[in-house]
């Protein structure tokens, strides 16, 4: 079980020590998508949903829950963010929304940039659901990573 980082020698989970990591600049890009009814993705284009601004609230939203994210994940790190952008693209049936985080740090940055995603996507429900309650969140997923010893990620196309 040693070779799993977040496992000590008996099983039991522990957050790992990064005490001795040198600070690196690290960068994260997540991205997920809401898929919505017609009427809702007009009325949140429109700016006509009942609770205002939905996509304003939607951001800010998420970047209160990327600085959260050692609060909500068990075993991460809290982290001192450095930045935080959520924006959001309409596309045909919904609304992707994309997360950039980043910091210089000794520990990686991905679970914030999908936390701020995944919040968003939940306000953006939130906000719309008098109109559709059927709306579906998913595609959440890292994108791409910067920094630390493992370098540069990309998740691959399609």
């Given at each position: 079980m040693s070779d799993l980082t977040h496992?000590?020698?008996s099983g039991a989970a522990r957050m790992v020590n990064v005490g001795g990591k040198a600070a690196t600049e690290r960068l994260a890009v997540a991205?997920?998508?809401i898929t919505m009814s017609g009427a809702a993705l007009s009325a949140i284009r429109a700016g006509d949903a009942p609770k205002g601004d939905v996509l304003g609230t939607a951001r800010i939203a998420g970047i209160m829950a990327a600085k959260r994210t050692g609060d909500l994940i068990?075993?991460?790190h809290?982290?001192?963010l450095e930045a935080v952008a959520v924006d959001f693209v309409f596309e045909e049936?919904?609304?992707r929304a994309t997360s950039t985080a980043s910091l210089t740090g000794k520990t990686g940055i991905e679970m914030e940039?999908?936390?701020?995603?995944?919040t968003a996507l939940l306000?953006?429900?939130d906000m719309a659901k008098a109109i559709d309650k059927g709306m579906i969140i998913g595609?959440?997923?890292l994108i791409e990573k910067h920094g630390g010893k493992s370098g540069v990620w990309k998740a691959p196309a399609g």
């Open positions: 496992l000590d020698e991205s997920g998508l068990p075993l991460c809290p982290l001192g049936s919904g609304i940039a999908m936390v701020a995603v995944s306000t953006i429900y595609e959440v997923r």
